[in-house]
C-alpha cells in the first residue's frame, strides 16, 4: 500500500530528502507523496523512512492504493531497473 501525507502536515521539509524512491514532493499546500513511486521503503529499509522521521505523524497508509508487500516489493525492482 502507499502512503499518503494528511493535511495535519506541517511543511517541516523533513521526509521529502529521505525518501529513496523520491515520491515525496511538494504540493500546492502540503508535501504529497507519489503512489507510483511509493514502496513504503521495500528494497531499501524495513520501515517507511519518512514515517519514522515525521514530527506529526501524518504520513499513514493510503487505502485507495493498496499494495502487497510482493506488490512493493515489484514496483521497487521495476524503478531500479529504470534507473539503471
Do not use: W
Amino acid at each position: 500500500m502507499s502512503l499518503k501525507i494528511t493535511d495535519d502536515c506541517i511543511n517541516c521539509d523533513v521526509c521529502e530528502p529521505v525518501c529513496p524512491n523520491h515520491a515525496i514532493f511538494q504540493g500546492i499546500e502540503i508535501y504529497q507523496i507519489n503512489p507510483e513511486l511509493c514502496t513504503e521503503c521495500v528494497g531499501h529499509f524495513d520501515v517507511p523512512q519518512c514515517q519514522i522521521v515525521c514530527p506529526v505523524a501524518c504520513i499513514p497508509l493510503d487505502a485507495d492504493h493498496a499494495e502487497s508487500r510482493e506488490q512493493l516489493q515489484a514496483k521497487y525492482q521495476r524503478l531500479t531497473e529504470r534507473a539503471k
